[in-house]
């Protein structure tokens, strides 16, 4: 009798090729300046509501996060049916595309930029378009323009731009979205917004409030100090968030996130100091480099940007036996967490010590 075939299920071939979205690195004794996270750990007040949420473990969560979506729906000044909250701003990223594109249409971004775009973009099997940055490692809006054709369907304006921290300031933002059709979504990211102080910087906010081809996403990762909770929000129009809505993992912002969100919400201005702290800080570390013979982009964000280029892997092996972690692009740079002044002061030792 023959005998059957063997068969095996076989993941999508295209998958073969997709990069793995890659962490910072943690290394035990080390200082870890490679994830952008904030130094401070939860404030009492946030930690206590995590601890209260806890106790509500064997109970699922609200789908909806229907008092978190409210809260920010008060701060923005927006309608609760424009605020969309999801597992971390990546999460939404992914949303974002799938409740707009299918596999016949292109996603357009600046690159290097959050490395998550090109994944995200490949999951849900639309084109992805690498716009290449300015030589002043800024996002090239004009070249994005031109990248445009009739098969885009969403672009991502990240803003700082990570891992540069270039800004995009409102002058040059209120060209592109002149120039970008109707039909196409832009995706400004701020998830380094509370980060910013110049004052010719955008607020995505504003914008939504004037068109309707913007999704503002933000997080509670960076500033707020969350990034282990996984929690952010999109702001856009009620036709987008319902669509980003349709296609969230249910459940998968988990009442701990959420708790720790409100009660973050409640403690802004003392969690805003430690955000104060580290612009002081960001400012004196880029001093500190230039001085020390380094390129570094002016950034707006809570790290730096060093574009090392093929020394990149050789800085990051010379940061590791300094016992500080960075974010290595090898090939292209290296981002660094700004931090407590004491460990900026370590990283600042291991890289004035760098051969150039």
Not at 7 to 19: C, E, G, N, W
Not at 118 to 140: N, S
Not at 204 to 225: H, M, P, Q, W
Not at 332 to 337: H, K, L, M, S
């Amino acid at each position: 009798m023959r005998e059957p075939e063997v068969t095996s299920v076989r993941a999508r071939a295209d998958l073969a090729t997709l990069p793995s979205y890659v962490p910072g690195r943690s290394i035990p004794g080390a200082i870890k300046l490679a994830s952008n996270e904030v130094s401070g750990g939860p404030l009492p007040s946030v930690a206590k509501a995590i601890a209260d949420a806890a106790m509500q473990a064997h109970r699922y969560p609200d789908m909806g996060a229907g008092e978190l979506t409210a809260r920010l729906a008060a701060k923005l000044g927006l309608p609760e049916t424009q605020i969309a909250v999801g597992c971390g701003s990546v999460s939404l990223c992914q949303q974002l595309i799938q409740a707009t594109c299918t596999a016949a249409d292109e996603v357009v971004f600046g690159w290097r930029s959050f490395e998550a775009y090109p994944i995200v973009t490949q999951v849900v099997g639309a084109k992805q378009v690498r716009v290449p940055l300015t030589d002043d490692h800024a996002l090239d809006l004009d070249a994005m323009i031109a990248a445009i054709t009739p098969r885009t369907r969403l672009m991502f304006v990240c803003t700082p731009n990570n891992p540069t921290g270039t800004l995009v300031r409102k002058a040059e933002l209120d060209r592109f979205l002149d120039a970008v059709p109707s039909n196409v979504l832009v995706v400004l990211d701020e998830a380094y917004f509370e980060f910013v102080t110049d004052p010719d910087a955008t607020d995505g906010i504003d914008y939504l409030r004037e068109r309707d081809n913007i999704a503002v996403l933000r997080t509670f990762s960076k500033a707020y100090g969350l990034a282990g909770l996984r929690v952010g929000y999109c702001a856009a129009s009620e036709e987008i968030t319902a669509g980003v809505r349709k296609v969230y993992v249910p459940f998968s912002v988990n009442h701990l996130a959420q708790a720790a969100a409100i009660a973050s919400l409640d403690a802004e201005d003392e969690l805003f100091q430690r955000v104060h702290e580290i612009k002081g800080e960001r400012v004196r570390v880029r001093d500190e480099l230039i001085a020390a013979g380094y390129e570094v982009p002016e950034t707006q964000a809570n790290f730096v940007w060093l574009p090392l280029g093929e020394r990149t892997a050789e800085f990051n092996d010379h940061c590791l036996e300094h016992k500080v972690v960075v974010r290595a692009f090898v090939g292209d740079g290296a981002r660094v967490t700004i931090s407590t002044p004491e460990e900026n002061d370590v990283f600042l030792t291991a890289a004035k010590s760098f051969s150039r």
